[in-house]
């Protein structure tokens, strides 16, 4: 894919090569809700497996899910190699006008 450098705006490209692993259930399998009765609470690993997702039908989207995985794997600050952003200078810029009127009114309370 190409996308634009967030410091220089100038093309990035990117390769994504991922990897996808999903467990697909039909809409009314019992193992989908598994450990859930509709009350309560669910726990969730976080570091664990995804919960399975259902699809009616006798077909899967597999755009779709394609869709997800590669909106996940793309990297949402692409940076163009030796691109950085320069943090300004040490010194304060000069007030302006504007700047030096609010000043002196803030001195006079």
Not at 29 to 46: T, V
């Amino acid at each position: 894919i190409t996308q634009a450098c967030i410091v220089t705006l100038e093309p990035v490209e990117a390769h994504i090569d991922e990897p996808v692993e999903a467990l697909l259930l039909p809409e009314d399998s019992k193992l989908g809700r598994q450990g859930f009765d509709g009350g309560g609470e669910i726990l969730l690993d976080a570091e664990g497996p995804d919960s399975p997702e259902t699809f009616s039908g006798d077909t899967i989207d597999v755009g779709a899910l394609a869709e997800q995985y590669f909106g996940l794997a793309i990297d949402p600050y692409p940076r163009k190699q030796g691109a950085s952003l320069n943090a300004g200078s040490e010194t304060e810029p000069a007030e302006n006008e504007f700047q030096q009127k609010l000043r002196s009114l803030l001195g006079k309370s």
